[in-house]
């Protein structure tokens, strides 16, 4: 007899096969993204606490500027508009509610590389082109951040061999040669590849030149990057540059303007509320005469909201999009099983009628429920570890919550189903099969 009871099963659950495969998709896509959304907050959260630990009294904030269309239309119109970016970067500085930090990530070429790949721009994403050619130039772009002056204590940044940078190494003049080439920190990836003293050769946004290498920083140094804790481990580190005269030429004008664009693109430390740092920073712009140029991410008062709100709001966002799909799933599945029962009423009078007692029924059609759910969280569970292994392979946690959200909803399938099942009325099917 247990054989016939899995011949019915099997024939029940593929009655209608392209609903079932809809109904597990959709559990699928729910569980798949249950996985990633919990996997990326637990990434934030461990990462934001690593921080919380050492910085207590206050959060950071991303700067941002709008210079796009008619704002920067506009900022251009003003007669030595460089001045105003000056003013402004200034005016962040001495700030008195906030701390200013100048940190800008870029890659930079780096001529005849001889370091490990693990340095190479974009290598966690599968980039591994090390060479590239410019004519019959060799270069590899090298992940590279520039640095303010501020940076470096508030960050307790040291190195463990050579020196850090001198304030005069953050001081630039247009127009006048340099008497030292321009230093250049490594991080302690480089080590064993490089040496204090020696001499590379790069093409950034800043120079194009031969740098010197003063110093290696500490192994595990790191900085906020986007409000993301960021080691420098494998990166090249370079000053900041200040432009303490007026450009005069147009080359001048366009570096002083690329320049002080990446400056004025940093990050707000303070223990203020984002609305209040945004009240500033509006004041700031309105007495320059360039309203809504700059924007505090995050922030409610914004005098535009054309910009996104930070990592942690787009992480609550994806949280609360992927619990939004697994309640959708969860529901498409109690739809799907309680119109099956429903329709399914002549079906059980035949197999009451053939020896199938109710209890037995009742078990398949839970079964039924069970299944999905398993079919769904597993290729689930296979989808989102695929996905978590691509996005951030060096994390992993638990699948403890996954399993709990699926055991909570297979036991709401199985007592709604239990319930719509006793809800129905076999009396007049049986009849007709008796007659």
């Not at 099963?9 to 609903?19: E, G, S, V």
């Not at 689930?380 to 292994?389: D, F, N, Q, R, W």
């Not at 036991?411 to 007049?428: A, C, G, M, N, Q």
Request: proline share 3%.
């Amino acid at each position: 007899m247990k054989r016939y009871y899995f011949y019915e099963f099997w024939f029940y659950i593929r009655k209608k096969p392209w609903i079932l495969f809809f109904t597990v998709l959709i559990g699928v896509v729910g569980t798949a993204l249950m996985l990633c959304a919990g996997r990326l907050a637990k990434h934030t959260a461990v990462n934001n606490q690593k921080y919380d630990k050492a910085y207590e009294e206050g959060e950071y904030s991303i700067l941002a500027d709008r210079f796009f269309d008619e704002v920067e239309k506009e900022l251009k119109a003003k007669p030595e508009y460089w001045n105003l970016l000056r003013e402004f970067n200034n005016t962040l500085h001495s700030a008195k509610a906030f701390e200013y930090l100048e940190i800008r990530e870029q890659f930079s070429e780096v001529f005849h590389y001889r370091g490990s790949d693990e340095n190479l721009h974009g290598y966690e994403n599968g980039n591994t082109v090390r060479e590239q050619h410019r004519d019959e130039e060799v270069f590899s772009n090298i992940k590279a951040i520039w640095l303010g002056e501020e940076v470096f204590s508030h960050f307790n940044l040291a190195v463990s061999e050579g020196r850090l940078f001198i304030p005069e190494e953050f001081v630039c003049f247009l127009g006048q040669e340099q008497k030292q080439l321009p230093p250049v920190l490594m991080g302690d990836g480089f080590s064993g590849d490089y040496q204090v003293g020696d001499i590379i050769e790069v093409n950034n946004f800043v120079m194009r030149g031969q740098a010197q290498v003063v110093g290696f920083l500490e192994k595990g140094s790191s900085v906020m990057l986007l409000t993301q804790p960021q080691s420098l481990d494998r990166y090249l580190v370079f000053p900041m540059l200040c432009v303490q005269n007026q450009p005069e030429l147009p080359e001048e004008i366009r570096f002083f303007r690329s320049l002080y664009y990446e400056k004025n693109n940093g990050l707000i430390y303070s223990d203020v509320s984002r609305e209040d740092i945004q009240d500033i920073v509006t004041q700031e712009c309105d007495k320059l005469g360039i309203h809504g140029a700059y924007l505090v991410c995050g922030a409610n008062n914004q005098p535009t909201v054309d910009l996104g709100a930070g990592l942690d709001r787009a992480v609550a966002v994806i949280c609360s999009f992927a619990v939004a799909t697994s309640v959708f799933s969860i529901v498409v599945l109690l739809v799907y099983l309680l119109v099956k029962i429903r329709i399914s009423k002549r079906y059980y009078a035949v197999l009451l009628i053939n020896g199938f007692s109710q209890r037995d029924i009742a078990w398949m059609i839970c079964a039924e429920a069970i299944v999905i759910l398993g079919i769904s969280g597993l290729f689930g569970i296979v989808l989102g570890e695929a996905v978590c292994h691509v996005l951030f392979p060096a994390f992993r946690s638990g699948f403890s919550w996954v399993f709990f959200s699926l055991l909570a909803g297979g036991i709401i399938s199985v007592l709604v189903s239990i319930w719509s099942f006793w809800r129905v009325d076999l009396s007049s099917h049986l009849r007709d099969k008796i007659d």
